[in-house]
């Protein structure tokens, strides 16, 4: 794998970035430090001059993985001032810019891939991932439930259950273009997510 660098860059950021694409294609647990070195072009002394381990390795892509989440699925939101308009927005952002971020994430939603990977073997880590989840689904319910407010969607449409169905799809269809790499399935899995979202408008 060639690394996708300016040679310019420094090393740390170079390893970050090496890391993040070999963690979403491989995993945490399958991807070596040898394998990182290598993609790098670097040494052990090289690694070990920035990262004490590979579990610190692991929490600097986390926090490089999130702001390129956020850049990514977030674009836009501080000209929207609808909350409806801020959850379609997110939806399209999810599937146009950030599923389809080959440079950085080339294996498809890194936080999906390692979450499951690390449940069962480093819960301490998976708990890290699920808090991302947690804060996801938080955001949706908190536009909801303003969109419900001023008055943008119906007063019997349950903010908790609508959440959940659109967090679950938002999940869903990234695991399902892992597999099956469709560009049209997913957009016509998020469009479904944004017929549903329309649905609840009085």
Not at 45 to 71: C, D, M, P, T
Not at 108 to 130: K, M, W, Y
Not at 151 to 170: C, K
């Amino acid at each position: 794998m060639e690394v996708a660098k300016e040679s310019n860059t420094p090393l740390k950021e170079k390893i970050i970035f090496v890391s993040t694409r070999l963690f979403s294609m491989n995993g945490f647990l399958s991807t070596s430090i040898s394998d990182i070195l290598d993609a790098v072009g670097t040494s052990k002394g090289g690694f070990y001059n920035h990262f004490q381990s590979k579990e610190e390795l692991f929490y600097a892509v986390l926090s490089q993985s999130r702001k390129i989440w956020r850049e990514q699925c977030l674009a836009g939101f501080d000209d929207i001032e609808s909350p409806i308009k801020k959850v379609e927005a997110l939806l399209k952002n999810y599937c146009d810019r950030y599923l389809k971020d080959y440079e950085h994430f080339p294996g498809g939603c890194i936080f999906l891939t390692l979450a499951v990977e690390l449940a069962d073997s480093r819960p301490h880590l998976a708990e890290q991932l699920n808090i991302g989840f947690i804060r996801l689904k938080a955001m949706i319910r908190r536009l909801l439930e303003q969109a419900k407010e001023i008055g943008e969607i119906r007063d019997a449409v349950s903010s908790e259950r609508a959440t959940e169905v659109l967090f679950s799809g938002m999940l869903g269809a990234s695991v399902v273009y892992g597999i099956d790499k469709s560009e049209d399935n997913l957009h016509r899995t998020i469009c479904a997510l944004i017929q549903y979202l329309q649905g609840m408008r009085k």
